[in-house]
């Protein structure tokens, strides 16, 4: 018997996967803000604040934002089994992997291939996540696991280790991706002499020894007086030519009486500073400094509870993105991601369910929007103020039950939300046209979508097919239909809701996940399911 395994983390119902419906968005124009006037020509208008649970938000971007977003930030529920004032963060092991999986999947698909993600965590469930992380986003691609010194006073419980970081874990979409340097300053060049006036400069001598395990790397390397001076134990940092190379040009010289090598990095080729896995509360902001934050933002009574500071925001959005990319957090929390790249001149999406998307979020985003927010990164990044957001929140399902059971059409969606809806489930791009009424969206050029409560009959379907002619197809999806669907060659007839009933899980709003909720353990063999509700 072929038994395939493979490394992986199990947990229970992991083998279950929500069918999820691809809602629309419907904006709140009166919960949406523009600055009156551009500030600069770099303002953008377009960014988007969602309310709402995010596995549908993250389903109803996709359509739209698969492949195009830069840099997915998120801060979720650390799962500690704390009750925070604002949000349940109780959730046992099992529910927040499923939780966290099924909204890492949809993540992954809307990162560019160039694009990147950075997930805030804790002990509690990070070396978990790291492994589920390696099954999504795959092993190669994990970039590191940053260390943030969140606090810095101790915490002073005897016996116990007072915990002064939280991880970043980061990965990238593909090889694309590219990390930035973060800005050099003085200080970062006190290693750099140059004790043998060397005319190129200051130097620092770098790693000659390669990190990963390369055989073919693997040489002895002969000293212009013909010693023999042996590889590393993984191999050299460059092949023999290029060894050769840098010898010749003066980068590698001997030492020693040529027993070993020294690689010369100039301090006039360092441009900026690579960043490095420990990131330390007086360069990125403490949870201390992101209260204090917050309490300027919002006041004392009303500071957000588990706000992360600004300059951490910063530093990642700074070595992951570029100014006009796209930033996405799902967990806006008080909404620090959008804000700071708002102010870095970065296009943002946020989601949040909890109330605190209007309490807070808005008013903050306001205030960095009308130039009213002075602390923070404001000042270093010098903003002055612009741009917009429009406010959206999920349309309710496509589908409802009437008072006999049956699914039909939801009333509360007009006709062209019902058009917007139906291109969004058949993967057609809705973009009605002013001129023709059987044009709601496209697919191709010559592949076009109708949507109608209509019972359509045979004089009707024929003038659709007149009209759409031999070079052109139509997807017509009405609620019945009179006719044989054959005799129109350049027609598709799809009744509404019937044909998309199996499609995804209609009417369900919440996948938030509550504690009651948790997946059951399968019974082990033998044992009588109680059958527990
Ligand atoms: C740790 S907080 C984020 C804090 C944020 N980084 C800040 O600086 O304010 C996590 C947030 O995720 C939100 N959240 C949890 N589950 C969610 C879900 N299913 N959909 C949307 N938001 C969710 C919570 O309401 C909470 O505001």
């Not at 795959?138 to 419980?157: A, C, T």
Request: charged share 25%; with cysteine; glycine share 8%.
């Amino acid at each position: 018997m072929n038994k395939k395994t493979k490394l992986e983390l199990t947990w229970i119902g992991k083998e279950n996967r929500p069918k999820l419906e691809p809602r629309i968005l419907l904006e709140d124009a009166e919960k949406s803000c523009h600055a009156p006037h551009r500030v600069s020509e770099n303002d953008f208008f377009d960014n988007r604040l969602i309310f709402g649970d995010n596995l549908l938000a993250l389903k109803a971007l996709e359509q739209e934002f698969a492949g195009k977003i830069k840099c997915v930030c998120i801060d979720p529920p650390y799962n500690t089994g704390a009750a925070w004032e604002q949000y349940d963060d109780s959730i046992e092991h099992s529910l927040w992997l499923n939780l966290m999986r099924d909204r890492l999947e949809i993540l992954t698909r809307l990162l560019k291939p160039d694009g990147s993600m950075w997930i805030c965590l804790d002990d509690n469930e990070v070396h978990y996540l790291k492994i589920l992380c390696d099954e999504i986003l795959g092993r190669p691609n994990f970039l590191g696991s940053v260390v943030w010194q969140h606090s810095v006073q101790g915490k002073g419980y005897s016996g116990k280790f007072s915990v002064h970081h939280n991880y970043l874990l980061a990965y990238q979409r593909s090889e694309a991706f590219v990390l930035g340097d973060l800005p050099r300053r003085e200080e970062h060049n006190t290693n750099y002499s140059n004790p043998d006036n060397d005319p190129r400069g200051p130097w620092r001598a770098g790693d000659v020894r390669n990190a990963l395990y390369r055989p073919n790397l693997i040489y002895d390397l002969i000293t212009p007086s013909g010693k023999v001076i042996k590889p590393p134990p993984k191999g050299w940092r460059w092949s023999k030519e290029t060894m050769a190379e840098k010898i010749r040009t003066g980068q590698i010289i001997f030492r020693n009486h040529e027993t070993r090598i020294v690689h010369k990095i100039y301090l006039q080729d360092q441009e900026g500073r690579v960043p490095e896995t420990v990131w330390f509360g007086e360069d990125v902001g403490t949870t201390r400094e992101a209260s204090s934050e917050s309490k300027k933002l919002f006041g004392l009574t009303n500071a957000f509870a588990t706000p992360k500071p600004e300059r951490l925001l910063e530093r990642v959005i700074q070595i992951s993105t570029q100014p006009g990319d796209w930033v996405l957090d799902s967990f806006a929390g008080s909404g620090t991601t959008g804000a700071v790249a708002h102010k870095m001149g970065r296009r943002w999406i946020m989601v949040e369910l909890g109330e605190h998307c209007h309490t807070h979020i808005i008013p903050r985003l306001k205030k960095v929007i009308d130039g009213q927010d002075p602390g923070g990164i404001t000042e270093a990044v010098n903003w002055k103020g612009g741009g917009g957001f429009r406010y959206y929140r999920l349309a309710p399902s496509l589908l409802e039950k009437d008072k006999w059971g049956n699914w039909v059409i939801n009333k509360q969606y007009q006709a062209a939300m019902l058009a917007e809806a139906v291109c969004k489930l058949e993967g057609f791009i809705y973009a009605p046209s002013d001129t023709v009424y059987w044009q709601h969206g496209h697919s191709t050029e010559q592949d076009f979508i109708y949507v109608t409560t209509q019972n359509l009959n045979h004089d009707q379907l024929q003038q659709l097919s007149d009209e759409v002619g031999p070079n052109r197809t139509l997807l017509v999806m009405c609620t019945a239909f009179r006719s044989k669907p054959e005799r129109y060659p350049n027609l598709t007839l799809k009744k509404i809701p019937k044909t998309v009933l199996s499609r995804c899980e209609w009417g369900k709003d919440d996948y938030s996940l509550q504690v009651e909720n948790l997946p059951q353990a399968p019974p082990k063999p033998g044992q009588q399911h109680l059958g527990l509700e």
